[in-house]
């Protein structure tokens, strides 16, 4: 299956997938800091465009773990989430250089997250037909997709999931997740939820209202949505109000950071080649991955 022509890649996913998963360490530059992770990353990035070849992509970084607006927002965002220590903090530097000089574009903020800096390049890509893939695999993004063409792209588990998909695998449509993150809250990011709604009572509610700011104006029938409890509902969701403006802030993702004057920016360009043998070598690498970044290349396509 060959991959749609624009991919917007949420890099902390798959850097964090290696850095956790290997065993032990097999690579590591000249410091002794290990680069097993950007090993692992690059040969991702590699493996997508031998595999598919896309025209377009940008990688994503997080950058804003504490600066962010949503910290202002709310000081307890993420807060269970420990900072990257400096080996981490080396690798994820070396991810993002790797991306570089494989001729892709980045993207990083130290006020806005990488899934906004997705969320704004996805609705830029928008003005044009192409098929646009977002690979990650944080449900979160999924409240994207407003387009039948594009998917939702779990890569390391080869499974895509468009529109409708969407809808089936989470029980809400991709416009509804931030609605049913701001009832059921959202652990990994320290988002509270209403006290006594679960995802099952949330569903309900957001299949019958379509949304919470219809759930709001109609408080009077939420005890006739079939499900347990109704009658008590409209009291929790009344007194949670405020708590369920603040979740809906925190899980929107912004999609209006200017980041492209035309699409076509995220064109792939060449690799730098020479560059990066240097940099494979640095890292305390073999040739392997030199060597498949020299077939890759677009100028020899």
Request: with cysteine; net charge negative; aromatic share 10%.
């Amino acid at each position: 299956m060959t991959a749609p022509a624009v991919c917007l890649i949420d890099a902390s996913i798959y850097i964090f997938r290696y850095y956790f998963a290997l065993p032990e360490s097999r690579f590591s530059e000249r410091e002794g800091h290990s680069t097993d992770a950007v090993y692992g990353f690059t040969g991702f990035l590699l493996q997508l465009l031998e595999r598919h070849r896309p025209e377009r992509l940008a990688v994503c970084f997080d950058e804003s773990l504490e600066t962010g607006f949503r910290h202002q927002l709310y000081p307890l965002y993420k807060s269970s989430r420990a900072l990257p220590d400096a080996a981490l903090e080396f690798q994820l530097k070396a991810c993002a250089e790797a991306a570089q000089l494989l001729g892709l574009a980045t993207f990083a903020s130290t006020r806005y997250e990488a899934d906004d800096l997705i969320g704004s390049l996805y609705l830029s890509c928008c003005a044009e037909p192409t098929a646009i893939a977002i690979l990650s695999r944080d449900k979160d993004l999924a409240q994207l997709l407003a387009r039948e063409q594009d998917c939702f792209w779990d890569y390391s588990a080869d499974v895509r999931y468009q529109h409708d998909d969407i809808t089936i695998k989470y029980g809400v449509m991709p416009a509804q997740i931030v609605d049913y993150l701001a009832l059921v809250g959202d652990a990994g990011d320290d988002i509270p939820g209403v006290p006594g709604i679960g995802a099952k009572t949330a569903i309900a509610l957001l299949r019958y209202f379509g949304s919470l700011d219809a759930l709001f104006a109609r408080l009077d029938e939420v005890a006739q949505v079939p499900v347990r409890g109704a009658r008590t509902l409209a009291a929790k969701i009344l007194a949670a109000q405020e708590q369920i403006k603040l979740a809906q802030q925190l899980a929107t993702i912004v999609q209006d950071i200017p980041l492209l004057e035309h699409p076509k920016q995220l064109q792939r360009s060449a690799v730098k080649l020479d560059q990066f043998s240097a940099f494979s070598r640095a890292m305390g690498w073999t040739d392997a991955l030199a060597q498949r970044a020299r077939k890759i290349n677009p100028q020899q396509d």
